[in-house]
């Protein structure tokens, strides 16, 4: 391990030590899910959590989501969106909690990097109902709030990477952190195949044999244009398409389109969370000459607003999971 990997791990040692032994972690007064991962980015996190927080609807809850908003430019705990989509921009709210808050109707989203007032703050302005269910999203490293159940998101396709901490490798913390969750969910799995699936679930039962584990895919639903006008899937099929995004696995969204039957002749990639200029785009429709363009949800948020956007479309994905993953969740929550 390096020098900078070895200090992260230090840093993430004392941190942990402190919260379990010294500060105990606040509790809020509701539930928490926890929805989070062990490695940086791709492991399907926003969808799973767009899924999770319609599906407590149907149990009887009031989900909330408490975010942190990554390249959020807002202060916080301040608002996404209310329930009735987003009340701030893309650029303010950050891209993931704008799209969360376009995507989920009746769930409000609120922004901060200490979520324990987030919570409060969701509280005090909506909430007053004891069926509240707080989803903490990406919180599997926010022990300085409780959660009620931790879900960890593993990615199939490439689980652990190197299997070195950040700055190094992918992951966030050693693999030893495995042993906090409550239930694991293996994302992508349709795209790693079976033996690797398996190989990756003896490791993890390595650190957490107790906690059940459950394999998801994500499925592609619909194309969606600037105004959300949604059109079936079969409209791409055996098309050249010219593909831009700005997310942490791009291979796994082509992969997506091409199994829907489009050809992918070219895929402009950006660093995740990338902000559109006006130019890039004009860029990018010039250079599909006249081509279906296909981005993902998560850049389409970004472009509201911006020009000669008529003819991109973004593919719409849905988070796909046995039903018995949800009975357990909410079954735990209650």
């Known amino acids: 391990m390096g020098i900078l990997s070895a200090v992260y791990g230090v840093v993430l040692s004392g941190r942990d030590f402190f919260y379990l032994n010294i500060r105990k972690p606040k509790k809020l007064p509701a539930k928490v899910i926890s929805i989070g991962n062990i490695t940086l980015?791709?492991?399907?996190?926003?969808?799973?959590?767009?899924?999770?927080?319609?599906?407590?609807?149907?149990?009887?809850?009031?989900?909330?989501?408490?975010?942190?908003?990554?390249?959020?430019?807002?202060?916080?705990?301040?608002?996404?969106?209310?329930?009735?989509?987003?009340?701030?921009?893309?650029?303010?709210?950050?891209?993931?909690?704008?799209?969360?808050?376009?995507?989920?109707?009746?769930?409000?989203v609120v922004i901060g990097g200490k979520r324990y007032?987030?919570?409060?703050?969701?509280?005090?302005?909506?909430?007053?109902?004891?069926?509240?269910?707080?989803?903490?999203?990406?919180?599997?490293?926010?022990?300085?709030?409780?959660?009620?159940?931790?879900?960890?998101?593993?990615?199939?396709?490439?689980?652990?990477?190197?299997?070195?901490?950040?700055?190094?490798?992918?992951?966030?913390?050693?693999?030893?952190?495995?042993?906090?969750?409550?239930?694991?969910?293996?994302?992508?799995?349709?795209?790693?195949?079976?033996?690797?699936?398996?190989?990756?679930?003896?490791k993890i039962k390595v650190y957490n044999p107790g906690a059940p584990i459950f394999t998801a895919s994500h499925k592609p639903a619909a194309l969606a244009d600037i105004s959300g006008k949604r059109s079936g899937l079969e409209e791409l099929r055996d098309k050249e398409v010219y593909v831009f995004s700005g997310?942490?696995?791009?291979?796994?969204?082509?992969?997506?389109?091409?199994?829907?039957?489009?050809?992918?002749?070219?895929?402009?990639?950006?660093?995740d969370h990338h902000y559109y200029r006006q130019r890039e785009i004009d860029k990018i429709i010039r250079s599909a000459a006249g081509r279906d363009i296909i981005t993902t949800e998560k850049d389409m948020v970004k472009l509201r607003g911006m020009k000669n956007t008529e003819n991109i479309r973004a593919l719409i994905i849905d988070f796909s999971i046995d039903e018995d993953f949800y009975g357990m969740l909410f079954k735990l929550s209650l």
Do not use: W
Not at 132 to 154: A, E, N, P, Y
Not at 255 to 267: F, K
């Open 41 to 108: 980015g791709g492991t399907g996190k926003t969808p799973a959590v767009i899924a999770t927080a319609e599906k407590a609807k149907g149990f009887g809850f009031k989900p909330c989501i408490l975010t942190r908003g990554y390249k959020s430019k807002a202060k916080g705990p301040v608002f996404a969106g209310k329930g009735n989509g987003p009340v701030l921009s893309a650029k303010d709210a950050g891209d993931e909690p704008c799209l969360m808050a376009e995507r989920l109707e009746g769930v409000p």
């Open 117 to 202: 007032l987030s919570g409060i703050f969701a509280l005090e302005n909506m909430l007053h109902d004891e069926s509240t269910l707080f989803i903490l999203d990406d919180g599997f490293q926010h022990i300085s709030l409780h959660r009620d159940i931790d879900v960890l998101l593993i990615d199939s396709t490439n689980p652990f990477g190197n299997g070195r901490l950040f700055p190094e490798g992918r992951l966030r913390e050693p693999l030893k952190g495995i042993e906090r969750a409550d239930i694991i969910v293996m994302t992508k799995a349709d795209m790693a195949g079976s033996l690797a699936v398996e190989n990756t679930i003896q």
């Open 247 to 271: 997310i942490a696995n791009p291979m796994y969204f082509k992969e997506m389109l091409n199994s829907g039957g489009a050809e992918v002749v070219r895929y402009k990639k950006f660093r």
